[in-house]
């Protein structure tokens, strides 16, 4: 048990968490087995993140606090926090989210049990902005280890975890050379991807093991960031996905029809008000990039037209019955499906 203490480091980035940067932190020193270090990067904060880490580095020994000279981005200062750590395993938190404390030990078990396994990662429970609990956030599969072949085509789907908050395996990311040169939106998306095409695995327990903040967002600051989403996905797709699928001759239709799904999935964002119609025609740009299929111009003409109303009903209907199956679809018919 030492010894698996001593190879253990956690990562939060952080840019103005003044309100929730001290329970992440907390949530660590509290773990059942304790990392070797916490490392906190700290992106040009201007609140006052820097004085609560100023006081908590004071208190907690194992705690490092790096203060980045610039404004680097999300992508870049993950990527310079993770490159930090020392520990076998590194866990990447972001500083509004926090761990039950049997955490790093249970998901360091299984990483320590699956060696082909380049990351860990379990269930969540989302928390508002004000700390009530809301849904749990459970994956669509089963419990316990997935192989790079079968993670590599199950992105194709998308993200394939619960939430951002994830254990690495350092020597997995040393292969995939960490985040550098991955986009600031969809960073997650395409290094978990990259993980599965260097040929690591990955293990998931189906046990709530962290609290995953989410936001109400009245200024729409992160709906004006459809662009970067768009364009995150395309990359994840033009530099992972595709490469990979053809490395291994494996059939390219289901490519192209995932990513004229994701297209038209995402095309709604041309009829949101908050958009400007130059800015509406920049993003109906970036969706044929994705996607140059038929379905997908004929989708954009009808939001810019603005006879989406009726498709955005139907797309709420189809979702909220999603959700409701996965909660009433037992276990075993889960572990059924992906035995087949």
Known sequence: MEEIKKTISVCICTYNQEAYIEKAIQSVVEQTLKPLEIIVSDDCSTDATSTILNRLQ????????????????IAKNVDSCLRLASGEFIVR???DDYLEPSYIEKLSDALYKHTDAGYAHASVREVDEYGHYLRERKLFRSAGFQSDVE???ASLKGYRVAANILMFRKSALERVNFLSGRPNFGEDYHLTAAISDAGFGNVYLSETLAFYRVWTDPKKVRTRRKRGEIEGLRKVFDEVICPAFLS?????QMLIK????LACSHADCLGWD??????????ADELLKLSPAVSV?????????????????YNETKGNCKQKLKSIVPGWLIR???AE
């Open 58 to 73: 004071a208190e907690i020994s194992f705690l490092r606090v790096i203060r980045q000279p610039t404004n680097l981005g």
């Open 258 to 261: 995932r990513r004229t799904q």
């Open 151 to 153: 993670a590599l085509k």
């Open 274 to 283: 908050v958009f400007e119609n130059d800015e509406k025609l920049i993003l």
């Open 248 to 252: 291994r001759n494996w059939p390219t």
């Open 93 to 95: 938190l972001d500083s």
């Open 336 to 338: 059924m499906r992906y």
């Open 297 to 313: 111009r004929l989708l954009s003409w009808v939001y810019l037209n603005g006879y989406g109303g009726m498709i955005e009903y």
